[in-house]
């Protein structure tokens, strides 16, 4: 129907309700009611010629007023003689908003949860005002969370695990589900001091101890081997602490090349990181050895060489010359996305070629994966 039905109130109301204006009104105290919402009436041309159709709207419009009060005006038409009609419709109080909407356990629930948090955080008084409906939608979870807030704010910065929070109902699951609303939280109960804004993972911001990354190694000359063995998987914390002794390092992406990796004098080879070889400028002994890099001809495997090169200037790359590329022309692929760039620690020559294969003027997205390459090229490199 094109007039205000009771529908169309109970939607308005809940509209209300959905943007957290009635939640909010009730926190500070504002007087949201009586609310008088908008309404879609009959013109007096309607009156004359649909006055059945508007009789029935008044009827359908008065039974079903529950919830809300209509304001009724009288006219006097021409020809129809005085008549009462609406004018418009009132909420009159909040019990009556929530009766419409069925929301009244909702907003008694939400009284409780601000009470049991301001009483910890006056703090998150502005928070609760601009995200009502989100304190409710954490119902089940919202004394934990308050938890996590406690113990966080008594012992900022702790530089232990996640893990070791030894909280009823939290556990690291519990704080990766609830990470995006905890940094909301915890930026405004805890000190500036505490927190590292900077920072991208949740562990970084408030001081937790990271999960240290594993570097995955092949000693390529026994005389360097760590107690008998030669393939290792070692946390980067501690391979910063106790380096290999081998003065080569070889760093390659795939896997496989990693473990093929022929036996090479005074070297070893650090492999499967790709974007991750970041992770490598934690180890500033690599700084004091000869570095080679080998990775994709293409313009991600520049740009991986480009971010090696920006902590180990001294990194030399190791297959990716535009000889190699031709040379294998019969066994290039597509690169589907290129990285655009610019890349500004690249050799000349490294540049012009990523320069060629960004712009196709080899062919349309040239790749060529390292482990097309033919074995025996690497073993000629290495010499």
Known sequence: MEWTTPDDIRADVQKAWDRGRILAARLTGDPLFPMTLRTRRPDRRALLDRFDEVRQWMRLLDEGARGYDIAWT?????????????????????????????KKRAADRFDALVSEGLAVFPELREWMLKRPLELL??????????????????????????????????????????????????????????????????????GFRPKSPTIRFRILDPRHAVGGLTDLSVPLDQLAEHPPT?????????????????????????FGLGYGIESLSAL?????????????????GFAILDRLRAHFPHARSLLMDRDTLLAHRSLWGREESQ????????????????????HDRLGEHVRLEQERIGFGCLERALR
């Open 137 to 206: 939608e954490h119902d089940g979870a919202w004394s934990r969370i308050l938890a996590v807030l406690s113990w966080v704010r008594a012992h900022p910065r702790p530089g232990v695990y996640v893990r070791t929070l030894d909280l009823p109902g939290v556990d690291t699951k519990f704080i990766e589900a609830h990470r995006k609303l905890l940094v909301e939280l915890l930026d405004r109960v805890l000190s500036p001091e505490a927190v590292d804004a900077a920072a991208k993972s949740f562990d970084a911001r408030y």
């Open 284 to 300: 500033p002994w690599l700084r004091e050895r000869t570095l080679r890099y080998w990775g994709d001809l293409d313009t991600h």
């Open 339 to 358: 990285h655009p760039g610019p890349l500004l620690h690249l050799t000349d020559a490294e540049s012009a070629l990523f320069d060629d294969l960004l």
């Open 74 to 102: 009288e006219i006097n038409h021409r020809e129809l003689g005085r008549n009462r009609v609406p004018e418009g419709i009132v909420i009159p109080t909040e019990a009556a908003a929530l009766q419409l909407i069925g």
């Open 246 to 270: 081998a003065g080569r390092v070889f760093i390659t992406e795939n896997e496989v090349n990693g473990l093929a990796f022929p036996a090479h004098r005074d070297a070893m080879v650090i």
